[in-house]
């Protein structure tokens, strides 16, 4: 196992066009430098199955797989959300 395979994945679904999107992987990208996590984005209009359980409630976090948070997605809750699964 590599470092890389150790560090945590957080995902944000997304979709085209979401200024509050574009926000939350600002915010991801610097925390996951502070935190030491790799954050994945996906895009939920390319998957029907994703676009119809988050097209209302994008940002969305998740970590290994499952719904953390949904928008909006503010410094603080991010932090507590993650600081609890993250150790």
Not at 23 to 35: C, D, F, I, S, V
Not at 63 to 79: H, I, K, N, Q, T
Request: glycine share 10%.
């Amino acid at each position: 196992m590599t470092a890389n395979d150790a560090t945590p994945v957080v995902t944000l679904y997304v979709t085209n066009e979401c200024h509050l999107c574009e926000e939350a992987q600002g915010l991801l990208h610097r925390l996951g430098r502070e935190m030491g996590f790799r954050l994945e984005t996906v895009n939920i209009q390319g998957d029907r199955s994703l676009y119809e359980r988050f097209r209302y409630s994008v940002p969305v976090l998740a970590l290994e797989g499952e719904p953390v948070l949904s928008a909006p997605l503010d410094e603080g809750r991010v932090r507590e959300a993650l600081g609890q699964r993250l150790g």
